[in-house]
């Protein structure tokens, strides 16, 4: 078993595809096919089922790939150091939002003189889990549904992984200023007054059901209009201020919606939203990024 093998293994576990993996990999198909099947043969087991259409894991496949991950990525840091030195790198992912976009940025300039490197992703609770469990990312910021816990939490535990909640707080609804819901006077809005209602959300964000769909009791935005779905911040922006759409996030939300469009409670049982981040369980993060995450806990505390 060499480097190589283990790199072309991961490459393919996560396109799903031979092929794939040899455009970025930058191999053929017939070498990526050779390399993995020396890597299957010297651990005496087959790591990938072959399907009509791509591969998937098996499950002694699936265990492997844990710990193929774990060591390319190290490999990944040590060739990093080489090339750097003793430099910190900071691999972060998170959900879209302005609020902690702005966090980052704040914290970048305060500690410049540290010399720290980062890698930021920003993509769905699902990708933001996968990249985390992956070894892509050290740590991973997510914001989710009350109501969803349960199941996020059982989602977590099957992948080794934990959460760590930072902040909870009530979900609003950001109407657009071309919205009929635009400078209502009310103190709240029940589930039901969104009916007919078209939304803009982040992709994929908060609301949407993260695991099984079966569960009747998942609050969904299939049940409601979302006409857009975006991972900029500036549409969802440009749509609120020109547009009737609306908008339901946290109440932690950017400045940009705080100061320009009035927000609305949005009262349903198990609403609330947890923001907080994921991390691979009984792995502490390095001290800087403890720094990081106590920066957003001050953060955090200041908006309260």
């Not at 150091?81 to 003793?86: L, P, S, T």
């Not at 792995?283 to 806990?297: G, K, N, V, Y």
Request: charged letters at 25%.
């Amino acid at each position: 078993m060499d480097l190589k093998q283990l790199q072309y293994f991961v490459a393919c576990a996560q396109t799903g595809s031979v092929s794939e993996a040899a455009k970025i990999l930058y191999s053929t198909q017939p070498s990526v096919s050779k390399v993995v099947k020396a890597l299957e043969d010297s651990l005496g087991m087959q790591l990938f089922e072959r399907l009509p259409r791509g591969i998937r894991l098996t499950p002694q496949g699936s265990q492997v790939y844990h710990y193929a991950c774990k060591i390319v990525s190290e490999v990944t840091k040590l060739e990093a150091v080489a090339e750097h030195g003793m430099t910190k790198w900071l691999r972060i992912s998170a959900n879209p939002s302005s609020w902690f976009a702005t966090q980052f940025v704040d914290f970048y300039n305060e500690n410049y003189d540290k010399n720290y490197h980062f890698q930021v992703y920003t993509a769905g609770v699902r990708t933001v889990m996968e990249r985390v469990r992956d070894y892509q990312d050290d740590v991973g910021f997510v914001y989710i549904l009350e109501r969803q816990k349960e199941e996020f939490l059982y989602e977590l535990s099957r992948n080794r992984m934990e959460f760590i909640p930072l902040q909870d707080t009530e979900a609003i609804v950001y109407p657009g200023r071309n919205s009929s819901l635009y400078g209502i006077k009310k103190d709240s809005l029940s589930f039901e007054e969104l009916d007919g209602v078209r939304l803009v959300q982040n992709y994929q964000d908060e609301f949407f059901d993260i695991g099984a769909s079966g569960n009747s009791e998942s609050f969904s935005l299939k049940s409601l209009d979302a006409s857009v779905i975006t991972n900029s911040d500036y549409i969802m922006e440009r749509l609120l201020k020109n547009s009737d759409v609306v908008n339901i996030s946290g109440s932690y939300l950017s400045e940009n919606k705080k100061d320009t469009i009035p927000g609305i409670p949005l009262k349903m049982k198990g609403s609330r939203v947890i923001f907080g981040y994921i991390r691979h369980r009984g792995e502490e993060p390095d001290s800087s990024l403890r720094e990081f995450i106590h920066f957003l806990e001050e953060r955090i505390g200041s908006d309260k």
